[in-house]
């Protein structure tokens, strides 16, 4: 499939996503986020780890997979069958430190992946990562706003949304495909579209079964804080049509994020390098992700968690280097 090819299935994916998302707002994110994600994130971190993470110091990657694993600990302790053993005291003192680093983890990752590709001296590295975390605190602390945007937006909306959109205007500026211009230009104006349409459904009853889900798992907090930027929204109301335009969004942007990293075969190449088998057991893995959702969506959301995390973290490089090559054309 050449570049434009896959720029005009794109198109389709878009239009495919944004119709589905407008109907059914809460059931398409929790099923693309259960059936689409995993698979999402294996083959992703596989992808990165053939290219060296993007970086030219990769024994450094493992702070950012310590880091995955530490500000995960919260929610793998929200699976029912382990919570019981918060009961005890330093397992919840040790959850609570966690919750707290996961707003400084994030932030100083991001940071410390701003200035890895700029360090040619291995022995600087260390300085740089306790300056990373120096900055993160500084401006976490003196910037309270900053907090909301860190741990709730980056890893969400601002990963699955702005993100896919400036690799795609990378790729873009490399390509000049006069599709991919229109996907691009699509892809701005969804949020417009979205809220700027009364559609038919909202304002109607949604899904109990989703709805329980959605509130039990805490999904409603990322839409409570973007619903609020567009009117004064104080409570979760699945029939304010402010709530389910964020919703259509939120499912939108996590719907699409995912079908544009499947469909980007031909141009990126992600599964040139993968082995049958290899891509075999990840399906397999990603089958087992899924079943656990189907099971129990909070087991599936604390088993997931840890490579959801990892995944965002793990491409902050490749965000960077797309970010500087939109403007120097590399």
């Known amino acids: 499939m050449s570049i434009r090819q896959t720029d005009r299935l794109n198109i389709l994916l878009i239009l495919l996503s944004l119709g589905v998302a407008f109907s059914f707002p809460f059931e398409l994110f929790l099923f693309s986020y259960a059936v689409l994600g995993p698979l999402h994130y294996l083959t992703e971190i596989d992808w990165l780890d053939k290219r ?45 430190i966690s919750r707290r680093l996961f707003d400084n983890g994030l932030l100083m990752l991001l940071i410390f992946a701003a200035t890895l590709g700029f360090i040619d001296d291995k022995r600087m590295i260390p300085l740089c990562l306790l300056g990373c975390m120096l900055v993160g605190t500084l401006i976490l602390k003196f910037l309270p706003n900053s907090v909301l945007l860190v741990s709730i937006l980056l890893p969400t909306i601002i990963h699955v949304y702005f993100f896919t959109l400036l690799f795609m205007v990378y790729g873009f500026r490399r390509s000049r495909s006069p599709e991919g211009l229109l996907a691009i230009l699509m892809l701005c104006s969804c949020p417009f579209i979205i809220f700027g349409t009364d559609w038919p459904s909202f304002g109607r009853q949604q899904s109990g079964l989703a709805l329980d889900i959605f509130t039990e798992t805490g999904f409603k907090r990322l839409n409570m804080l973007i619903s609020s930027m567009f009117a004064d929204v104080r409570e979760f109301d699945a029939r304010n049509p402010i709530v389910q335009k964020t919703q259509v969004m939120i499912a939108f942007s996590y719907t699409y994020h995912y079908l544009n990293w499947f469909s980007k075969t031909t141009s990126i190449g992600w599964q040139r390098n993968m082995s049958k088998n290899r891509l075999i057991a990840m399906m397999g893995i990603s089958i087992g992700f899924t079943t656990m959702f189907w099971y129990n969506y909070h087991i599936g959301l604390g088993a997931l968690f840890f490579l959801s995390t990892l995944h965002v973290l793990l491409e902050f490089p490749l965000n960077i280097r797309s970010v500087s090559g939109i403007f120097t054309g590399r």
């Not at 699976?79 to 005890?88: A, G, T």
Request: no cysteine.
């Open 52 to 96: 060296n993470f993007f970086t030219r110091h990769r024994e450094w990657v493992w702070v950012f997979v310590a880091t995955a694993a530490i500000i995960s600990i919260p929610s793998i302790f929200k699976i029912p069958i382990i919570k019981p053993l918060l009961e005890f005291y330093p397992i919840h003192e040790f959850v609570v």
